[in-house]
């Protein structure tokens, strides 16, 4: 998990969102350059979500696609809260609990039990180290259609509050997604709409959105890991349960991280960038700020292996996609992989020394990326710098 960036007052967004963020998705020119007749991105990742009922059928914008797109049906995220640690029961099936807490890092103590469709309870399961939060816990936690769970804390936590999720099986919305494989600089990714976002999340209920976009000139990039479940069968859903969470539970009006890199190799891109430019950054190359370092996020591209890496690395296909993204940004923005440097927050002043490529580790208290992918950044500088 992530914290909240340090940014100034943003300027006010207009009273509503613009009517392709109503609908789901946006089709800009960097979401059309790819290789032409290529397969939509995501389909054949994301299930094709079929509305159970007419009225989850009706939920289902009906508008045609816009030129360069094809229509995809995701489902709607569905969630409810809860503090504490009585028991919590839902009405759709729960594919994954988000729970937070305030204090230590660590787990021990801690622990979940399910209830299933049928009403029995699973025994007590320990709650894993997650080894990614800047300060208090969190955890994202896959419970594979429970109906219901109860919590304990971990030892000296406080404020115990989580979130049931489902992200696969909710009513039907379409998106139009790019038609074409969309890529930066030759590197595949699947974009924000190909991957499911709903890009309602970003706004308030009045209409005005939650954390509008600022720009920085790029200084450094971050690795991280999102130190959910190993050997996710769909990590597309995953993404889509972190995004509400960040979004919507942590109030930061968007996910946390730039991109996203799952075990088969997939890039998924992140945080909201505008209609312009390439992805993560505005027309003229500066970077959007995200919400993956507390207090040094302006300037700093934050990039999420989807995993736990505490104890194992990265497939070799992650390893694989990491290594092209990095060389394509660094690239894009002139620098030396194997750099030392010294961060500036131009919004705080603070500074840093660090890698031009770092873990979150080298920035505060945390585990992140895992003790395995840590490990790993030399190798993956010296990747980048000889391709």
């Known amino acids: 998990m992530t914290v909240p960036p340090t940014t100034p007052t943003p300027t006010p967004a207009p009273s509503a969102p613009p009517a392709s963020h109503r609908a789901g998705s946006r089709v800009t020119r960097r979401g059309l350059i790819g290789a032409a007749g290529a397969v939509a991105a ?41 503090t504490g640690e009585a028991p919590v029961e839902t009405a759709f099936p729960i594919g994954y609990v988000g729970v937070r807490w305030t204090g230590p890092r660590g787990t021990t103590g801690g622990g979940i039990r399910l209830t299933g469709a049928d009403g029995a309870r699973s ?36 404020d115990l509050r989580s979130t049931a999720l489902d992200t696969t099986r909710g009513p039907a919305r379409k998106v139009a997604v790019p038609r074409d494989r969309t890529r930066l600089r030759g590197v595949a990714y699947l974009s924000r709409a190909a991957w499911g976002a709903d890009e309602k999340l ?100 934050g990039i999420a292996l989807i995993g736990n890496l505490v104890k194992q690395g990265p497939t070799a296909a992650a390893r694989g996609a990491l290594t092209d993204l990095v060389r394509s940004l660094v690239r894009f923005h002139g620098v030396d992989p194997q750099a030392k440097v010294t961060y500036t927050n131009p919004i705080s002043g603070a500074k840093k020394e ?12 945390t585990e992140c990326p895992g003790a395995v992918m840590y490990g790993e950044l030399a190798a993956l500088r010296k990747a980048v710098a000889a391709g």
């Open 123 to 158: 025994a007590w399961q320990p709650l894993s180290d997650c080894g990614c939060s800047d300060g208090d816990g969190a955890l994202l936690i896959p419970v594979d259609r429970a109906s219901g769970y109860e919590l304990k804390a971990p030892d000296g936590a406080t």
């Open 202 to 301: 970003r706004f308030k209920p009045d209409g005005t959105e939650n954390s509008p976009q600022t720009y920085y000139k790029f200084q450094t990039l971050t690795v991280h890991h999102t130190a959910t479940a190993n050997g996710d069968a769909n990590p597309a859903a995953t993404v889509r349960a972190m995004y509400h969470l960040h979004a919507v539970t942590n109030d930061w009006g968007d996910i946390g991280y730039h991109f996203l890199v799952d075990e088969k190799g997939e890039i998924y891109e992140g945080r909201y960038s505008g209609e312009g430019g390439t992805p993560a950054h505005d027309a003229n190359g500066k970077l959007v700020t995200a919400f993956h370092t507390g207090g040094y996020n302006a300037g700093n591209l």
């Open 42 to 82: 995501g389909a054949a990742l994301t299930p094709v979500a079929t509305a159970g009922t007419p009225a989850e059928a009706a939920t289902a914008d009906t508008a045609a696609p816009e030129p360069g797109t094809t229509s995809e049906m995701f489902p709607t995220t569905r969630a409810e809260t809860a």
């Open 354 to 365: 660090v890698d031009e490529i770092s873990g979150h580790r080298d920035w505060l208290a």
